[in-house]
């Protein structure tokens, strides 16, 4: 009754993480933004001086429609022009270097042993190992007031990683829109930590912010 017992509970565990697995994924995200105060204004988008990537570039403009709802959500919209714009916001981003970890997971279990032809039952602890992998996607917005048309100091800026299993930069940065928006052009007084689900019917959930 106990190996029974034993077994059922693994099988238990088991189906347990496939239905947890299944219904959500999720990602981590971790925001750090600094700003001289409440900030609100159309915006105008270009690149990051160290991309070294035109203004018409595809994933940039990628970028800038991820982005777009995030900032339109704090009161300022993507203006068409510079000259339409109260400030400009320079974009960085990119894919850091994934990191690999090995978790152990020790259970117990029975094993079935022969002595003289007879079969014996007995109870042993077992030790599997998992590898996992987990990609991280950057993104830095830099604001600056605009002045005639010219920008001019610094006035906020927010960086933003998020970490999951899909190497996959555009995917990572899009889940990451919905935490983003709630610390963008803020002053966090350190790094504020998410956890974005998404289920399988592509709802997705915010948690966190601590």
């Not at 990628?62 to 919209?77: F, N, Q, T």
């Not at 950057?138 to 960086?159: D, V």
Request: charged share 20%.
């Amino acid at each position: 009754m106990e190996f029974v017992s034993v077994l059922c509970l693994r099988m238990a565990g088991v189906l347990l993480c496939l239905l947890l697995s299944a219904c959500a994924t999720t990602y981590d995200v971790a925001i750090d933004s600094l700003s001289e105060g409440e900030i609100a204004g159309s915006c105008f988008l270009v690149p990051d001086p160290a991309q070294e990537v035109a203004g018409d570039d595809l994933l940039f403009r990628e970028v800038c429609a991820l982005v777009g709802p995030a900032l339109a959500a704090r009161d300022m919209p993507v203006a068409a022009s510079r000259e339409e714009a109260a400030q400009e916001i320079s974009l960085r981003y990119g894919m850091g270097e994934p990191t690999t970890v090995l978790r152990r997971w020790t259970y117990p279990d029975y094993q079935t042993v022969f002595y003289h032809g007879r079969a014996f039952t007995v109870r042993v602890e077992r030790t599997e190992w998992t590898e996992h992998t987990r990609y991280h996607a950057q993104l830095t917005l830099s604001a600056r007031r605009l002045a005639n048309g010219q920008p001019g100091r610094q006035i906020w800026r927010t960086e933003m990683t998020v970490s999951g299993a899909v190497d996959d930069f555009r995917k990572l940065i899009s889940m990451g829109i919905p935490a983003l928006q709630q610390a963008l052009a803020s002053q966090t007084s350190g790094r504020l930590h998410f956890e974005v689900a998404e289920d399988r019917d592509g709802k997705v959930t915010v948690s966190g912010g601590e």
